[in-house]
C-alpha cells in the first residue's frame, strides 16, 4: 500500500504537471476512441498495451472480460456500452481476452467437471460463459494445460462479442454500420496483440490484419493463433 501512496504523490508533482494541458482539456468532456472491454487482471494495463492516453479509451473491466446478455438484471457492462454509443459517439467496441485467464481456468476446469466451491460469487459471475464452456467441451478436448485455457479466451471473445450484439442500441447502429466490433487477444508472454479476422477464422497478430476486419464476427468457427 505504500507504494501506491507514493505513486499518488508522484502523480500530483510531476505526472499531472506533465500532462496538464492534456487534463485541462479532458475536464470540460471526454470524447473516447473506443470502448474496450477487457480482463480485471492486474497484469492488463489497457493504456499500457495500446500507448494510449487519458481521455482515449472508456473502459469496462471484470473477471473474464463478460458481457452478460440484454435483459440480465443490474448489468453494468451494457450500460457502460450503452452509454459509450449513445451519449459518446463511439464507433469502436473492442472485447480484449488474454492468455494465462484466471477466469477461463475457472471455465475449463468447470467444463472437466472439476468445479470449486471456494468461490461462489465468481462461480455464478462465469455463469455468462456457459457458451464457452461448452465450445471447449466440444472442441478442445485434444487440448491440455494452458493451450486449453488460451483457446477457450478465445472462444470466449467471440462469444462476448455475440452477447454484445443482444443491445438494441448495438444491434440498430450494426445494422446502419455506425458502429464496429472487434475481437482481442493480448498474448501476456510476448505483449503482442492478435485480432480476429472472421474472413479466416483466425486471430490475427496486428500489422498482419486491417484494423476494419472484425466488424461481422461469428462464432460459427473455431479460432487460432
Known sequence: MQ?????????????????????????????PEACL???????????????????????????GNLVPCYGTSNNGELAAVEYAVTALGIQDLIVCGHTRCGAMQAVVDSAAGEDSG???????????ADATREIVRAHYGHLKGVARVNAAAEENVLVQLEHLRTLPVVAANLSSGRIRLHAWMYKMDTGEIFQYEA???????????????????????????
Do not use: M, Y
Open 3 to 31: 507504494q501506491l501512496v507514493q505513486g499518488i504523490h508522484h502523480f500530483q508533482h510531476v505526472g499531472f504537471r506533465e500532462r496538464e494541458q492534456l487534463f485541462r482539456r479532458l475536464k470540460s468532456g471526454q470524447q
Open 199 to 225: 474472413e479466416t477464422g483466425q486471430f490475427v497478430k496486428f500489422g498482419d490484419v486491417s484494423v476494419q476486419s472484425g466488424s461481422r464476427v461469428s462464432t460459427g468457427g473455431r479460432t487460432g493463433r
Open 118 to 128: 471456494r468461490l461462489p460469487s465468481v462461480q455464478n459471475w462465469l455463469r455468462h
Open 37 to 63: 472491454i477487457t480482463c480485471a487482471d492486474s497484469r492488463i494495463v489497457p493504456n499500457l498495451i495500446t500507448n494510449s492516453e487519458p481521455g482515449q479509451l472508456f473502459i469496462v473491466r471484470n473477471v
